[in-house]
């Protein structure tokens, strides 16, 4: 669910503190409400000399696809490499791998990221990258993510959003539905609140909220209603994460 991407700031702020080393894992137990099935989030941040490695998979449990276990997956590979700094922000060059079970077909993503953006009580991580979809030609994408906590590190407040174009005129484009055939932009956000109930342990929830994003309508959602283009989703989870 890529909600964790807190580890990529405060991993690499400590990293530019101490010059040492750093590798964190968890894995997150979510329940989506309106999919109605559980999904495993696992994620790992590590960094070294050059810069640092940001990875993720979601599997989901879903059974109207898979009855007794784990339905489908989906991760993501990022490695960032540190460039320069302007003032107190760090400029790193990504590359990046997408991938997963059918019908997620494969995607490369390169280009820039500038972290370490302070905005109030917020700390800012934005990427700019050229997109390409396995047979479909190269787009674009933005990625912001975020980070704030309070009550002395207890309560945090994290998540991003992606903003991308999809090569939707491409014969290669799914077309199984004109709604989706139409889908030129897509946005996703997964804002997450949480409480640190120790250093081993987090509760919250976390909403996704999206728009033009085909992965929305899935799980019991889809019994329900048919994916449209113009249409926002949101869709809540509650979860319980463990640090390793």
Same mark, same amino acid.
């Given at each position: 669910?890529?909600?964790?991407?807190?580890?990529?700031?405060?991993?690499f702020?400590?990293?530019?503190?101490?010059?040492?080393?750093i590798?964190?894992?968890?894995?997150?137990?979510?329940?989506?409400?309106?999919?109605?099935?559980?999904?495993?989030?696992?994620?790992?941040?590590?960094?070294? $000399? &050059?810069g640092?490695? %940001?990875?993720? /998979?979601?599997?989901?449990?879903? #059974?109207?696809?898979?009855?007794?276990?784990?339905? *489908?997956?989906?991760? $993501? &590979?990022?490695?960032? %490499?540190?460039? /320069?700094?302007?003032?107190?922000? #760090?400029?790193?060059?990504?590359?990046?791998?997408? *991938?997963?079970?059918?019908?997620?077909?494969?995607?490369?993503?390169?280009?820039i990221?500038?972290?370490?953006?302070?905005?109030?009580?917020?700390?800012?991580?934005?990427?700019?990258?050229?997109?390409?979809?396995?047979?479909?030609?190269?787009?674009?994408?933005?990625t912001?993510?975020?980070?704030?906590?309070?009550?002395?590190?207890?309560?945090?407040f994290?998540g991003?959003?992606?903003?991308?174009k999809?090569?939707n005129?491409?014969?290669?484009?799914?077309d199984?539905?004109?709604?989706?055939?139409?889908?030129?932009?897509?946005?996703?956000?997964?804002?997450?609140?949480?409480?640190?109930?120790?250093p081993?342990?987090?509760?919250?929830?976390?909403?996704?909220?999206?728009?033009?994003?085909?992965?929305?309508?899935?799980?019991?959602?889809?019994?329900k209603?048919e994916?449209?283009?113009?249409?926002?989703?949101?869709?809540?989870t509650?979860?319980?994460?463990f640090?390793?």
């Open positions: 669910m890529k909600s964790a991407l807190i580890i990529l700031f405060v991993a702020l400590t990293h530019i503190v101490s010059a040492e080393d590798d964190i894992l968890n894995l997150q137990y979510h329940y989506d409400f309106r999919r109605e099935h559980p999904t495993a989030t696992l994620e790992y941040y590590g960094n070294d $000399e &050059l640092f490695w %940001f990875f993720f /998979t979601d599997v989901n449990f879903d #059974n109207t696809i898979k009855k007794g276990g784990a339905s *489908d997956f989906y991760f $993501e &590979l990022m490695r960032y %490499f540190q460039l /320069t700094k302007i003032d107190d922000i #760090n400029v790193t060059a990504t590359i990046q791998y997408n *991938d997963g079970s059918f019908p997620v077909e494969h995607i490369w993503l390169a280009g990221n500038f972290n370490n953006i302070q905005l109030g009580s917020l700390n800012l991580s934005t990427d700019l990258l050229l997109k390409k979809n396995y047979k479909l030609n190269v787009d674009w994408q933005w912001v993510v975020w980070y704030a906590d309070f009550i002395n590190h207890k309560l945090i994290n991003y959003f992606d903003l991308w999809n090569d005129t491409n014969s290669h484009w799914p199984f539905s004109p709604e989706v055939k139409k889908t030129k932009y897509s946005f996703q956000a997964e804002p997450q609140i949480g409480w640190q109930l120790s081993k342990w987090k509760i919250g929830s976390e909403w996704e909220i999206s728009r033009g994003f085909l992965g929305a309508v899935t799980g019991e959602l889809a019994k209603e994916y449209k283009y113009g249409q926002w989703y949101f869709l809540p509650v979860f319980v994460q640090n390793f």
